[in-house]
């Protein structure tokens, strides 16, 4: 039972505070879609501006 | 050298360029000011890599990261065992979102990293993690499938 309770003590959420940097902010927030539109309509110009190929990926 | 870019960006140089599977340090924007890199770094997971003809520039395709872990997010990618923390770099139980993925120049204005480090790449997805992955691969091929008429 002790084993068991250890096992599953193992796969509880974990937050080192002994590496964690006070300077840096927390990323709890998520990224909505109307963000991730806004940002690539921003940097569509510049992607627009070249020819890209992929070198490497993708990866799912 | 940083390349210049046309929108006045200020591109890393390609001895630089992350691979992919790498996690690297990414300003997404925040709803306050959708329009403009975010104000904070966070991990961010790398899709894929594109070079341009010159092969003098580069963009990257990521998926960001949040330390808001959802155990109903089931095709996302929760990393939160110690170990693979670890080896990735993170120092938060952290849930990429493989839904949403996003093309940004490689460039200082999108990827920083926070003060103490010193490259915008955090580290990279560890052996467990990438088994992980592969597994969401095939769940979401799956269900993709199931969803076709």
């Excluded at chain 1, 927390?26 to 110009?45: F, G, K, S």
Aim: proline share 9%; glycine share 4%.
């Amino acid at each position: 039972m002790g084993a068991l309770k250890i096992r599953e003590a193992q796969f509880e959420p974990v937050e080192r505070k002994s590496m964690h940097d006070p300077a840096q902010p927390d990323y709890n927030d998520e990224v909505t879609n109307d963000q991730l539109e806004a940002i690539q309509a921003r940097v569509a110009q510049e992607l627009d501006s070249d020819e890209w190929e992929i070198v490497d990926g993708p990866a799912w | 050298m940083a390349q210049p870019g046309k929108a006045g960006l200020s591109y890393y140089p390609l001895s630089t360029l992350p691979a992919s599977l790498d996690i690297v340090w990414c300003l997404f924007p925040i709803d306050e000011a959708p329009n403009t890199p975010g104000p904070y770094p966070r991990p961010s997971l790398v899709r894929a890599v594109a070079l341009n003809r010159d092969q003098t520039k580069a963009i990257v395709n990521i998926t960001y990261g949040t330390s808001r872990i959802k155990e109903n997010r089931t095709l996302d990618l929760q990393i939160q065992n110690c170990r693979s923390l670890d080896e990735c770099g993170l120092e938060k139980a952290t849930r990429f979102d493989l839904d949403k993925t996003i093309w940004l120049p490689w460039a200082k204005e999108f990827f920083r990293p926070p003060a103490r480090y010193s490259g915008p790449i955090l580290g990279h997805l560890d052996p467990q993690s990438c088994m992980q992955l592969e597994a969401l691969k095939v769940a979401r091929r799956a269900l993709a499938s199931r969803k076709r008429p």
